[in-house]
């Protein structure tokens, strides 16, 4: 995520895995922007300190419906961003967002736009599928539902995503149960589960809502019994670039 202190050692440590699959996180919610001059969708800085993205979905959804300036900042902003990572020396094999923004409507065809502009074969699309394991809430699932809309925006355009997509439901409860649980259910096909694994140090609830939830994560995530039923399962690992391939 281009927009948070932390970016420029999570390009280094990318560098060092040449073989790491690499998507660009685009934010227009939560950070300090990296495009110049954002006056709808950057909060006013004080004295001596940057200016930082406003954290509301709801409120940004509301600018972008009915502000074309606001639209064109986002369009900025992401081109700042994506531009941040490539001269840092990444090579996206992917778009996707925080918060899943890029799947509202009003910003479909700028991040569709934004592939083709930077030649970024594949963008996210969370077409979450549902396992049997943990109810979905409405939120998710309008956000699913969009997500196959932008499915459909993306066959007719080149740009590739996966088949599937798993993680709404289960944010924050990937625990070695459910994965062990979730594998033996998966559908064929290309997929992406989404976890958030992590440690707790130095994070705060003003920053995320994840905090406990990203250690249960990690160690579900490095599991022994985890990786022997991926194997058991025949289940193969790649990245957004074999997806890419698929074209």
Known sequence: MCTMPDAARAVSLARQEPKLGVGIHLC?????????????????????????LHQSVPALIKKLQFSREARNEAR????????YAISAGIKPTHLDSHKHIHHWPVLQDIAIDLAKKYRIPAIRCAQEINPGL???????????????????????????????????AATGAFSEKHW?????RLPSG???IMIHPGKMD???????????QRELEWQGAIAP???????????????????????
């Not at 709808?40 to 300190?49: C, F, I, N, R």
């Not at 998710?140 to 590739?160: D, E």
């Not at 062990?180 to 033996?184: G, R, S």
């Open 28 to 52: 227009l919610t939560q950070g300090t922007p990296l495009a110049s001059g954002l006056r709808v969708l950057a909060k006013p800085s004080d004295a001596g300190h940057p200016s930082n």
């Open 76 to 83: 900025r902003e992401w081109e700042a961003q994506i531009d």
């Open 134 to 168: 943990l109810r979905c809430p409405m939120g998710y699932r309008v956000l699913a539902r969009l997500a196959r809309q932008l499915a459909r925006k993306l066959s007719q355009t080149g740009i590739q995503t996966t088949d599937w997509f798993y993680g709404l």
């Open 180 to 184: 062990l649980e979730l594998l033996n």
């Open 190 to 192: 290309t997929g992406e």
């Open 202 to 212: 130095g994070l705060h609830d003003t920053a995320t809502r994840l905090i406990a």
């Open 225 to 247: 019994a985890v990786w022997k039923a991926v194997e058991q399962n025949k289940i193969f690992l790649i990245s957004y670039a074999a997806v890419a391939s698929k074209s």
